[in-house]
């Protein structure tokens, strides 16, 4: 034993892994749990993920449950999907997409996914060339941050401006950019802001990315999920400016983040992204990576062609409700601060008033004070000295 204990070996902690690890949304969680008072009688609030199935009046339609049980028993989905998803789930998320467009996307663009998340590995591993950056905003989604960091791709931050309903700095997109930059993302509506961005807006963001020669990423996880006065608009509508890959999952809309069902979709009208040899990058990233379950992406059509409206405007009522809670009770807290209302997603994000706390040194701090003593777990902003809290409650 003494001889294999000092002998020298080759393998050990990952530097780059680490790194990114630091940055994900489960390490703060995991700081956050370990800080709750074990022995404590309050019941745990955990408001720090956009998770709220387990809640009973957030729980999934039936017909959903149903359409999965069906492939189930069907015998139909027990073999491996093709690496882009089987042809009826691709169609059937085309057709969805489509509902709300002026323009019908083929299922040939749509490639399924384990879930979002998997379409940002993908799409950042593609993107992951020496040298290129991308355009994060700030306050962000972190597993933006996590896997470019994993990936080595630089990672440069443009500010949402809480002053202008969290609006593009599009001046700042402008000068941050140069011939390095591959793209820039965009979250709508907004994790974690809680706003939901004009079609003016979307359309000068489209029109930047354009002027700068970039891809465009829209994050649209939370699409429909708006509940202000701005109606949801897809950035979709605005390929015909810029080249878009369109992320989305059924997560969010459904209450299924268990199910890893999410999608990307390359709207390219120009050939753009294939000219340039992206679209084969991008598919050469998803031959090595893992498919999605093959009897969730048998119950798509089902799921996305037989929910009921009813269950979506239940649901995004409930979602508008809990918002206004949120907000109405916010703006109570001396210390705290909410730059507008959350019009959009499951979040919203505050500003914190260190100056009229006692023995709290930052938002990690507030947070982890907070899970001890009250048992409440939110997640604090640290890249923007806020916190992100999530809106829904039972």
Known sequence: MGEIGAKRWNFGANEVVERSSSLSIREYLNTLISNLDEGGTRPVIALGHGDPSPFPRFSTDPSAVKAICDAVSSTKFNNYSSASGIPVARKAVAEYLSRDLSYQISPNDVHITS??????????????????????????????????????????????????????????????????????????????????????????????????????????????????????????????????VLLGAISKRWFVPGWRLGWMVTLDPHCIMKDSGFVQSLTNVINISTDAVTFIQGAIPEILGNTKEEFFSVKLEKMRECAEICYEEIMKIPCITCPSKPEGSMFTMVKLNLSLLEDISDDLDFCCKLAKEESLIILPGCWAQELATYHFCD
Not at 156 to 171: A, K, Q
Not at 178 to 194: L, Q, S, Y
Not at 222 to 244: L, Q, R
């Open 115 to 244: 879930g979002c998340l998997q379409a940002i590995e993908i799409l950042i591993s593609a993107l992951a060339n020496p040298g290129a950056n991308i355009l994060l905003p700030r306050p962000t989604y972190p597993m933006y941050d996590s896997r470019a960091s994993f990936s080595q791709l630089e990672v440069r931050y443009f500010d949402l401006l809480p002053e202008n309903g969290w609006d593009v700095d599009l001046d700042a997109v402008e000068a941050l950019a140069d011939d390095k930059t591959v793209a820039i993302v965009v979250v709508n509506p907004c994790n974690p802001c809680g706003n939901v961005f004009s079609r003016q807006h979307l359309q000068k963001i489209a029109e930047t990315a354009c002027k700068l020669g970039i891809l465009l990423i829209a994050d649209e996880v939370y699409d429909h999920y708006a509940f202000g006065d701005k109606p949801f608009v897809s950035m979709a509508e605005f390929a015909e400016i810029v080249p878009v």
